[in-house]
Structure formats: C-alpha cells, structure tokens
C-alpha cells in the first residue's frame, strides 16, 4: 500500500467503555503525519477537537500526496473548512482517483474534452 500510512504499531487497545481505541501517542508524534499536520494548518487551520481523527482518518485511507493536494485545493478556493476537503476527497473517490497520478490523467482528459468542444464551436 504504497503511499498508505500504516497506524498500526501506534494503536492501543479499544477501550471498553468508550468503544475508540486508545493511544499511546497523539498523532502529532508520528513522522509521517507531520507534512500532513503542516499542510492542514496552513491551509485550514490549527487542529483542534475532532481535526485529527479527521486527519487520521484521511491518512489512514488516502495517498499523502493526493491529501495534500486536496487540502491545497481548499486553500486556493477559499474554503477553509474540512468539510470542504472532505467534498473534494469524496468527488475523487467517485471519479476513481486514488493517486496523484489518477488527478493528473484526468486533469489531461478533461483539458482535452474541453479544447475539443472549443475547436468544434
């Protein structure tokens, strides 16, 4: 799962009484969370409450690179919310982009749909 960030060795066991699995270590502590944790802050906000199980949750099921990219992408439209990010990872997901590359592909199919409308106009 290239790409992927494996939480495993920084999970606890499930707590009973909460049902959430307890951690020994916050996610800040985690090298590979940290230009995730970066790009969130500069592009959203600081994490606070529920961000980082949002961003656990991200990282835990979406290429690094692709979650950075989407975060960005909220930035450039000035949407500073995670539910924003959100609605872009969930269009990506139903278009079947899992990677950068995928973005790109599509990104180069729809320029040229585009130039071929325009040409035949």
Same mark, same amino acid.
């Given at each position: 799962?290239?790409?992927y960030?494996?939480?495993?060795?920084?999970m606890?066991?499930?707590?009973?009484?909460t049902?959430?699995?307890?951690?020994?270590?916050s996610?800040e502590?985690?090298?590979e969370?940290?230009?995730?944790?970066?790009?969130?802050?500069?592009?959203?906000?600081?994490p606070?409450?529920?961000?980082h199980?949002?961003?656990e949750?991200?990282?835990?099921?979406m290429d690094e !690179?692709l979650?950075? +990219?989407?975060? *960005?992408? /909220?930035?450039?439209a000035g949407? #500073?919310?995670?539910?924003?990010?959100?609605a872009?990872?969930?269009?990506?997901?139903k278009?079947?982009?899992?990677?950068?590359? !995928?973005l790109?592909? +599509?990104?180069? *199919?729809? /320029?040229?749909?585009?130039?071929? #409308?325009?040409a035949?106009?």
């Amino acid at each position: 799962m290239d790409g992927y960030i494996d939480l495993n060795p920084f999970m606890g066991d499930v707590n009973p009484v909460t049902g959430k699995t307890d951690r020994s270590v916050s996610i800040e502590a985690i090298p590979e969370f940290s230009r995730v944790i970066g790009e969130y802050t500069a592009c959203i906000r600081v994490p606070v409450g529920t961000d980082h199980d949002t961003i656990e949750d991200w990282c835990m099921h979406m290429d690094e !690179d692709l979650l950075i +990219h989407a975060l *960005r992408e /909220a930035r450039r439209a000035g949407a #500073r919310s995670p539910k924003y990010v959100d609605a872009i990872i969930g269009r990506w997901r139903k278009m079947g982009i899992q990677s950068m590359q !995928d973005l790109e592909l +599509h990104q180069q *199919r729809w /320029a040229f749909m585009r130039e071929r #409308r325009h040409a035949g106009a």
